[in-house]
Nanobody, 120 residues
Framework: QVQLVESGGGLVQAGGSLRVSCVAS????????MGWFRQAPGKQRELVAD???????NYPDSVKGRFTISRDNAKNMVFLQMNSLKPEDTGNYFC??????????????RGQGTQVTVSS
């Protein structure tokens, strides 16, 4: 089992920045690929960044160049730095821990999330 707890969300104006954090406990953190997802009302859940144990990152085009994911394996933490925020970035941001499975990542654990609201 892995427990994940996010923090750092809040209200920010468009163009601003915010950093959200996630601390993990339970199984060995460095075993997992870590991802940040967001969920907005009426929209599908979206993976906004992921990072392997070795630090290889991946972003969708919607956030590329604006969001940066990082991790500290010694502290069992993963971070998401969000710059140049837009109102469409509003949502509940949660971190998830997953393992490679065939050609994808299977995320078996997730936190409750932290709300990010971007005002126009």
């Amino acid at each position: 089992q892995v427990q994940l707890v996010e923090s750092g969300g809040g209200l920010v104006q468009a163009g601003g920045s915010l950093r959200v954090s996630c601390v993990a406990s339970g199984r060995t953190f460095s075993d997992f690929v870590m991802g940040w997802f967001r969920q907005a009302p009426g929209k599908q859940r979206e993976l906004v960044a992921d990072i392997t144990s070795g630090g290889i990152t991946n972003y969708p085009d919607s956030v590329k160049g604006r969001f940066t994911i990082s991790r500290d394996n010694a502290k069992n933490m993963v971070f998401l730095q969000m710059n140049s925020l837009k109102p469409e970035d509003t949502g509940n941001y949660f971190c998830a821990a997953g393992l490679p499975w065939r050609n994808t990542i299977r995320y078996n654990y997730r936190g409750q999330g932290t709300q990010v609201t971007v005002s126009s």
